[in-house]
């Protein structure tokens, strides 16, 4: 199957600060999308970006389909930033089937 | 966005009993719904896709007779624990895609507790 790798897995940032996730994936894709858990447990979409640049406020994201990475970029970082962030990826041919990576943990702190 | 629903939102029940999961696409037809099993400090694992009208399709590794999958209708998929044990405690989180697009939309989980 595709294999789906996060990092950092932990990070820990000042409020203020920026800071950049990356996915790495070794194969071809239809989907990949980024999400924020929050503590409860939500899945929030952050981001459905198969290829290509894309913003939403504070919040951005890029997307390498023929180098197989994706990078989420956080300015300004919140406490109510923190969480965990997935990358999830559907390969292509896999009847839309995600493929979780680890996760990175953010911890923002005041 | 598309809003997927679940309920409950945590159980606890005693070990031998089942548990049934309800999903449900609340503003759109989902032909397809996702099961997937979170451990604490895990990533998502998914266990099976919910196909409407026909059987579920389960991952390598994942007991079919443990957990049985019904997806009644476009915008409702079950998700039932029979014989529930405690290392069957988990987060279980459901996802589906509106028709037309490859991006899925996840149900806000729920926690099952067996004791």
């Known amino acids: 199957g595709i294999q789906v790798e996060q990092s950092p897995p932990d990070l820990i940032l000042q409020e203020g600060a920026n800071s950049t996730l990356r996915c790495n994936f070794s194969d071809s894709v239809n989907n990949l999308q980024w999400f924020h858990q929050n503590p409860w447990g939500q899945l929030i979409n952050l981001f459905y970006?198969?290829?290509g640049t894309k913003q939403n406020g504070r919040l951005s994201a890029t997307t390498v389909a023929t180098e197989r990475y994706s990078l989420l970029y956080i300015s300004s970082s919140q406490t109510t930033d923190s969480g965990v962030y997935f990358c999830a990826v559907e390969r292509v041919g896999s009847n839309y089937k995600l493929t979780f990576g680890k996760g990175t943990l953010l911890t923002v702190n005041p | 966005g598309a809003v997927v629903s679940q309920h409950p939102s945590w159980v606890i029940c005693k070990s031998g009993t089942s548990v049934k999961i309800e999903c449900r696409s609340l503003?759109?037809?989902?032909?397809?719904m996702f099961w997937y099993r979170q451990f604490p400090k895990q990533s998502l694992m998914l266990m099976a896709t919910?196909?409407?009208?026909?059987?579920?399709?389960?991952e390598q590794g994942v007991e079919k007779d443990k957990f049985l999958i019904n997806h009644a209708s476009l915008t409702l998929s079950t998700l039932t624990v029979t014989s529930a044990h405690p290392e069957d405690s988990s987060f279980y989180i459901c996802?589906?895609?509106?028709?037309?697009?490859?991006?899925?939309?996840f149900g806000p989980g729920t926690r099952l507790t067996v004791t």
């Open positions: 919910s196909n409407e009208g026909s059987k579920a399709t389960y």
């Open positions: 503003d759109f037809q989902a032909t397809t």
């Open positions: 970006i198969p290829s």
């Open positions: 996802s589906a895609n509106s028709g037309g697009t490859y991006e899925q939309y």
